[in-house]
């Protein structure tokens, strides 16, 4: 298996919901990340999990929370999301080494209303 | 600062046209520059690392350099399935994981 996946690939919430994103690989990469993409823009890193534990955080507002459950698994988990929350959320991984290239899921569209 | 300009930020070309896209960048301890491809709505694709000045890695169509100072990518002889929005990262010294990334350029082929 040499790919990320990511569920769900779109999501509608309102502002009171919560929901998470999950994200999956099996590719024995321990580091794993999730990033936030608004259209025409780069993605902006928000979490970095390093065998299993968070490394950073880019002070991402506290009603975004990460969980790494194993080595394979990555959540994000949304409560009281904002209008302006709506963005393409990346999931990515990468393996053990130095300059190590990160491999990046398709993406959840989600769409704050 | 560690800092990574695109440009140009859209180009547009011909089928067959070959041209270059431009990624530069300040950085302290470079331990790593890279190019992935982005189609709309989908997330990017990894297209190559880059370790030092002089380096030069090939794929199909396309071939990236690396100077001290900034990156290429060169795409020859492009087809319309190359458009794309190509993003450019580096990940600087100290350990640190997160990548920086410019702004992409927006690579439109017309058939």
């Known amino acids: 298996d040499t790919e990320v996946t990511q569920t769900p690939k779109h ?8 929901k998470s994103l999950k994200c999956e690989q099996h590719m024995g990469h321990r580091a794993m990340y999730w990033y936030k ?34 080595s394979s698994l990555l959540n994000l988990h949304l409560h009281a999301l904002q209008p302006e929350d709506s963005a393409l959320y990346l999931c990515a991984s990468s393996p053990p080494g130095a300059a190590n290239e990160q491999y990046f899921g398709p993406g959840t569209r989600l769409t704050v209303t | 600062e560690d800092q990574v300009t695109q440009s140009p930020e859209a180009l547009r070309l011909q089928e067959g046209e070959s041209s270059s896209l431009n990624c530069s960048y300040t950085v302290s301890g470079l331990r ?57 990262a580096v990940r600087p010294g100290a350990g640190r994981r997160a990548l920086t990334f410019g702004s992409g350029t927006r690579l439109q082929v017309q058939p």
């Open chain 1, 37 to 70: 993409q608004k259209a025409k823009k780069p993605p902006e890193l928000m979490f970095v999990y390093s065998y299993e534990k968070l490394s950073i955080n880019e002070s991402v507002p506290s009603r975004f929370s990460p969980e790494c459950p194993n």
């Open chain 2, 32 to 88: 790593g520059l890279f190019w992935y491809r982005q189609d709309p709505g989908k997330g990017p694709e990894f297209l190559f690392t880059l370790y030092s000045a002089g380096e030069e890695k090939e794929k199909e169509r396309l071939k990236a350099t690396l100077t001290k100072k900034e990156s290429f990518l060169h795409i020859t002889a492009p087809k319309p399935e190359d458009s794309a929005t190509y993003l450019c």
């Open chain 1, 11 to 18: 999501l509608v919430m309102g502002m009171t919901n919560k």
